[in-house]
């Protein structure tokens, strides 16, 4: 079965720390995975994609992602936080073979001042 | 700038009746989706649509109706709203399901209570 996991609830930083945001991912083929991000009340805004090619993606508004085949990761990073990332992210992969993509369940950011 | 528009924004409907949500694309993507999100959890895939070809996800409710009468317009028409349908509805496009590696593209969401 094909699934996404988002280890933590909530991730706390202070702002101008790095930030981390994990994501693990279950598979059938090569995967494509994807970040989103969702502010209060408000759809989910695309931040970056993994297809092939250099393990190391970067995406919208300073944010990467570092694809590790090995651990099955794809964990969201940047090297300062603001508080304005303060938001609900999503880690998603796209279903071998169909239209659709699974999602994690969310990690809520919280970037403190 | 192209986008996904969803009308309305808020909306509030009785327990019972029926009730219309808007989305409509100017990115001329050939896929569009409709997703339920409860109180911050992951969004739930209701159906979509491939150009007019309408998919439906196995666990969604026979109170759940699509139309999509063109490719730049799709509507969500719940028949008989209860309370746990209470919810923000997503409306998502993407290009073409063929390229497996295409991005969704999502409205600012219709957020729908029911009194």
């Known amino acids: 079965a094909q699934s996404v996991a988002q280890p933590e609830d909530q991730v706390n930083v202070a702002e101008g720390n790095p930030l981390t945001v994990k994501c693990t991912y279950s598979?059938?083929?090569?995967?494509?995975l994807f970040w989103y991000v969702q502010y209060p009340n408000r759809g989910l805004q695309f931040l970056l994609k993994?297809?092939?090619?250099?393990?190391l993606v970067k995406g919208s508004y300073g944010f990467e992602a570092e694809f590790n085949k090995s651990q099955t990761s794809f964990h969201l990073k940047k090297p300062s936080a603001l508080v304005s990332d303060s938001a609900l992210y999503f880690c998603?992969?796209?279903?071998?073979?169909?239209?659709?993509?699974?999602f994690g369940t969310g990690t809520r950011l919280q970037v403190f001042p | 700038d192209a986008m996904v528009i969803q009308n309305p924004r808020y909306q509030v409907t009785q327990f019972g009746k029926p009730v219309t949500l808007s989305c409509s694309q100017t990115?001329?993507?050939?896929?569009m989706y409709w997703y339920q999100q409860k109180s911050s959890q992951a969004p739930k895939l209701l159906f979509h649509?491939?150009?007019?070809?309408?998919?439906n996800e196995a666990d969604t409710p026979d109170n759940f109706q699509s139309r999509r009468p063109n490719t730049s317009f799709c509507f969500l028409d719940i028949r008989s709203p209860g309370l746990g349908d209470a919810a923000m509805y997503l409306c998502?496009?993407?290009?073409?399901?063929?390229?497996?590696?295409?991005?969704?593209?999502f409205g600012p969401g219709t957020r729908l209570t029911v009194l």
């Open positions: 998502a496009t993407s290009r073409d399901n063929q390229r497996d590696w295409d991005e969704q593209f």
């Open positions: 990115l001329n993507h050939n896929v």
């Open positions: 998603a992969v796209r279903a071998y073979n169909t239209d659709k993509l699974i």
């Open positions: 993994y297809i092939t090619g250099d393990n």
């Open positions: 598979v059938s083929g090569n995967p494509y």
């Open positions: 649509y491939y150009d007019k070809d309408f998919n």
